[in-house]
C-alpha cells in the first residue's frame, strides 16, 4: 500500500510540475482559441501515413528499445545504478505481482502523460511551429535527452559523463523517435507517444520486479 501511496503522490507532483508552463503559456496564448486538450494534442489520433511507415516505425522502434547501451557501461557503475534508490525502478526490484499497479501508475501517468505534456504535447508542437517540424522534433529530443542528465545530477547519482553521454543519447534518441510518431505517422496526438512511453517504462519495471 506504502508503494501505491508514493506512486500516487509521485504521479500528481509529476503532473503539476511538469503542466505548469503549458497551462500558463495556454491561459494567457491560446484559451479563447482552443481548449487546453486538444491544444496540448491530447486527441483521437488518426494515421497519417501509409501502413508500411507505420510498420517500419515499429521495427525501428522495437530495435531501440531492445537495444542494451549498458553493455558499454563498466560494471562498478551499473552496480551503483542497480542499488541506488534515487533509480524510481529499483523500488519495484524483486516484489514481483506487488509491483503491477503501483508501476501502472508510475509508468503510464507519472512519466507517460506528465513528460509527454510538456515535451510532445507543449515544446514539441512550439518549436515545430516554429523552427518547421524537422527542426522541432530535433530540439525536443535534445532538450529531453539533457532533462534525465539534470535529473541525474539533482538526485546526486555519481555516474560519470560516459554514462551521461550514453544517457542523453538513448533517451534523446526515444523521444525523437516519439516526437516523429506523433507529428509525421499520426495527426499531432499525443496519445500515441504516451501509450508507447509508458508502455516502455512498465515493461522494464516488470523485468526489474520479477527479476
Request: with cysteine; hydrophobic share 55%.
Amino acid at each position: 500500500m506504502q508503494l501505491i501511496i508514493s506512486s500516487v503522490t509521485t504521479a500528481i507532483t509529476n503532473l503539476i510540475v511538469f503542466s505548469i508552463l503549458p497551462v500558463i503559456w495556454w491561459f494567457f496564448r491560446h484559451r479563447k482559441k482552443e481548449g487546453f486538450f486538444r491544444w496540448i494534442g491530447f486527441f483521437k489520433p488518426q494515421l497519417n501515413s501509409e501502413l508500411w511507415v507505420l510498420l517500419l516505425f515499429a521495427i525501428l522502434y522495437y530495435f531501440f528499445y531492445n537495444f542494451d547501451f549498458t553493455q558499454f557501461v563498466d560494471s562498478k557503475t551499473l552496480a551503483y545504478i542497480e542499488n541506488s534508490s534515487s533509480v524510481s525502478a529499483n523500488a519495484f526490484a524483486g516484489i514481483g505481482a506487488a509491483a503491477i499497479l503501483p508501476a501502472l501508475i508510475e509508468n503510464f501517468i507519472a512519466n507517460g502523460i506528465a513528460e509527454e505534456i510538456l515535451y510532445r504535447g507543449f515544446l514539441c508542437k512550439r518549436l515545430c511551429k516554429k523552427a518547421g517540424v524537422v527542426q522541432g522534433i530535433i530540439i525536443q529530443a535534445v532538450l529531453f535527452g539533457l532533462m534525465h542528465n539534470i535529473l541525474y545530477v539533482l538526485a546526486g547519482l555519481d555516474v560519470g559523463l560516459w554514462y551521461h553521454t550514453l544517457t542523453f543519447i538513448f533517451t534523446g534518441i526515444g523521444a525523437l523517435l516519439l516526437g516523429w510518431l506523433n507529428e509525421k505517422i499520426f495527426n499531432g496526438s499525443i496519445i500515441p507517444s504516451i501509450l508507447l512511453h509508458g508502455a516502455g517504462n512498465f515493461i522494464a519495471s516488470m523485468l526489474v520486479a520479477f527479476a
